[in-house]
């Protein structure tokens, strides 16, 4: 949970299992709160995440996924050096994602 000011704001979460074809180990994040947004926590939270998985486990990339119209969190990606991993794709509920990956 990410926690600001005694507040739930949103969430970062590592899965260690493919889930949603999405290549383990892989790491998700939701702001949920918009007051919150485009201020830097989900990035300082994704990058924790980034370093919580390159110090612990001895593996060279790291997966996620987001929806591919996403500006926001495309560009956060980005920032953390996260690259296109494939082509969209489609889900039951017809949102199109798009797989990234960040190699350590």
């Given at each position: 949970?990410i926690?600001?000011?005694?507040?739930?704001?949103?969430?970062?979460?590592i899965?260690l299992?493919?889930?949603?074809h999405?290549?383990p180990?892989?790491?998700?994040?939701?702001?949920?709160?918009?007051?919150y947004?485009?201020?830097?926590?989900?990035?300082?939270?994704?990058?924790?995440?980034?370093?919580?998985?390159?110090?612990?486990?001895?593996?060279?990339?790291?997966?996620?996924?987001?929806?591919?119209?996403?500006?926001?969190?495309?560009?956060?990606?980005?920032?953390?050096?996260?690259k296109?991993?494939?082509?969209?794709?489609?889900?039951?509920?017809?949102l199109?994602?798009?797989?990234?990956?960040i190699?350590l």
């Amino acid at each position: 949970m990410i926690i600001i000011d005694q507040k739930t704001i949103g969430l970062v979460w590592i899965e260690l299992f493919e889930n949603h074809h999405v290549q383990p180990p892989s790491i998700h994040i939701m702001i949920g709160n918009p007051d919150y947004r485009g201020k830097g926590i989900g990035k300082s939270a994704m990058q924790a995440a980034v370093n919580y998985i390159k110090n612990t486990f001895e593996l060279k990339t790291i997966y996620s996924r987001h929806l591919a119209n996403n500006t926001p969190v495309i560009n956060l990606n980005k920032s953390l050096g996260f690259k296109e991993d494939g082509v969209p794709y489609i889900d039951d509920n017809g949102l199109v994602w798009k797989n990234i990956k960040i190699s350590l």
